[in-house]
């Protein structure tokens, strides 16, 4: 299948802005998606963006597609420690989602 | 939204044994998969399971390992079939509804698996 990539990790301090990107292969997605696994936990649906859309806001997060380079991004403001977790960035390709490896986003006070 | 709920939400269980997950979403929804979560790893689709029909396996799942049904609308039931130590992993159900004008993908809380 198409890859999705992420970069592995990101650390940033408490109050600053998160940027999270993400880039994808398949040009004809039509639902791109930004899902949060806490440890132990499952996935928990952030946000997601249609393709004919090129940001998208809700609240502390900001999404936003560049179709043109395949880029998708993911602004967390104001980020907090209950923000640490793993980031998932995923395309719906057809019928299934293509996720990436996620991003590990450390917040330290 | 959907929420989705799975059980049992862990078990360790013998090898050459089987388990069977059970999901149950709170509405009715158009579509429902199972993921596979292995430890460390991102997700990776293992079948869509279709309402009143066998069920559609991605490359490198069948259904003899990995037999699923969805009887309805709002269940289905993965089975983890003559397990081994390979098959620890977390298994993840996932539901997708459909509104006029926009479509979201739910998952449940996962099923956390380990095989001794």
């Known amino acids: 299948g198409e890859d999705v990539e992420q970069s592995l990790f990101l650390s940033v301090r408490e109050g600053d802005s998160s940027v999270i990107n993400c880039t994808y292969t398949?040009?004809?997605?039509?639902?791109l998606y930004w899902y949060k696994q806490e440890p132990g936990a499952g996935l928990q649906l952030l946000t997601y963006i249609f393709s004919n859309m090129d940001m998208k806001q809700d609240q502390r997060l900001t999404v936003l597609l560049n179709k043109k380079d395949k880029h998708l991004s993911l602004r967390i403001a104001d980020t907090q420690t209950g923000d640490s977790a793993i980031y998932f960035c995923?395309?719906?390709?057809?019928?299934?989602?293509?996720f990436g490896k996620g991003t590990s986003l450390l917040v330290t006070p | 939204s959907a929420v989705i709920s799975q059980k049992p939400s862990r078990d360790i269980c013998q090898r050459g044994t089987s388990l069977t997950i059970q999901c149950q979403v709170d509405?009715?929804?158009?579509?429902m998969f199972w993921y596979r979560q292995q430890p460390g790893q991102s997700l990776t689709l293992i079948a869509t399971?279709?309402?009143?029909?066998?069920?559609?396996?991605e490359s490198g799942f069948v259904i003899d390992k990995f037999p699923i049904s969805r009887p309805n609308l709002t269940f289905s039931t993965l089975t983890v079939s003559n397990m081994s130590p390979e098959d620890s992993s977390i298994y993840l159900c996932?539901?997708?509804?459909?509104?006029?004008?926009?479509?979201?993908?739910?998952f449940g809380p996962g099923t956390r698996l380990l095989v001794l």
């Open positions: 995923a395309e719906r390709n057809g019928y299934a989602l293509n």
């Open positions: 996932s539901a997708r509804t459909s509104g006029y004008i926009q479509e979201t993908q739910y």
């Open positions: 398949d040009s004809s997605s039509t639902y």
């Open positions: 399971a279709n309402q009143g029909s066998e069920a559609t396996y």
């Open positions: 509405s009715q929804v158009t579509m």
